[in-house]
């Protein structure tokens, strides 16, 4: 009963809403495992946005209607704790896996995506934009291969590109794999999209191969955009130099008419790095054989 009602409230807002985004979306990319939680808490710390909010994630058909109950009742608490992710917390900024799925395929690329429905989003965005009164930012690793889509939509969206050093990426990927029970052949995080039902000789192998082509399809697709609307952050040098990204973000909001305002209780913050994995001996031999191996088959086929 609660949860139609939603639905009505939510569908009533939306159309009483009309009209263009006011700001441009900022979307932050990467493949899994490679940093892109902590910019995403960094930026969100420091500045206001709007964003999905966990409580908006849980229930997907009403994202607005939990972000208004978000804002009433839950207090926004700054924190860079997270666990594969998963930042704790209703007020959180979340991925809101489940809302883009509405419209984009999970699980199975063959899929098409709800072109007829996709309007959806920039619309649920604009509500958030009133709520929040503050620009949409949003961290989804699944993003990392919707760019066209996204940029279809929000012609003026901005885009950081989260890069680490690949042995560390992979380790922190079989971590992750390895946590949630995955198994050889299937997913964890964005899929590659030239690979995603492909044969795997070993989980590193597969989690080469996630890493190589999600990059890939990263900066194929941002090479078509003007370059003054991403930027590529290597994650190593964030946690060295974190107050770099606001700067550019800042740049880049301002460019487009966009004065970002800063959160209370922000400033600089020690960003930790997160531990790598073995660079030595097998593993790395390993590694070194599946992009070997990757590039190959993106070359010759």
């Not at 009209?19 to 990319?29: C, Q, Y």
């Not at 899929?191 to 890493?211: G, K, N, S, T």
């Not at 941002?222 to 606001?246: K, M, N, V």
Request: with cysteine; net charge positive.
């Amino acid at each position: 009963m609660i949860y139609r009602l939603a639905k009505h409230l939510e569908a009533f807002w939306l159309r009483a809403f009309p009209g263009g985004n006011r700001f441009p979306p900022l979307f932050i990319v990467g493949v899994p495992r490679s940093g892109t939680t902590v910019v995403y808490q960094h930026l969100v710390n420091n500045r206001r946005f709007a964003f999905f909010s966990n409580l908006a994630k849980a229930y997907p058909r009403s994202p607005l209607m939990a972000s208004l109950w978000t804002l009433a009742v839950h207090r926004f608490r700054r924190s860079y704790e997270s666990r594969f992710g998963i930042i704790p917390g209703a007020s959180s900024p979340s991925d809101g896996w489940e809302i883009f799925h509405r419209w984009f395929p999970e699980r199975d690329l063959s899929q098409e995506t709800a072109w007829d429905k996709l309007p959806e989003l920039p619309a649920i965005v604009r509500g958030l934009e009133r709520l929040y009164r503050a620009p949409f930012i949003n961290k989804n690793n699944s993003n990392s291969i919707r760019i066209p889509a996204l940029s279809s939509i929000f012609p003026d969206s901005l885009y950081v590109h989260v890069r680490r050093e690949m042995l560390a990426n992979v380790s922190s990927l079989l971590r992750a794999r390895q946590a949630h029970g995955i198994p050889l052949g299937s997913w964890w995080g964005a899929l590659p999209p030239r690979f995603w039902r492909h044969p795997f000789h070993d989980e590193i192998e597969q989690a080469v191969f996630q890493v190589c082509d999600v990059a890939h399809e990263i900066e194929t697709t941002l090479a078509q955009l003007p370059s003054r609307r991403w930027l590529a952050l290597d994650y190593e040098s964030f946690c060295t130099d974190p107050g770099g990204i606001l700067v550019w973000v800042d740049g880049a909001m301002r460019r487009q008419g966009v004065k970002l305002k800063a959160r209370r209780g922000g400033g600089a913050a020690a960003i930790h790095l997160s531990e790598g994995g073995p660079g030595d001996g097998p593993f790395r031999r390993r590694v070194e054989e599946s992009v070997a191996r990757w590039r190959s088959l993106v070359t010759h086929g």
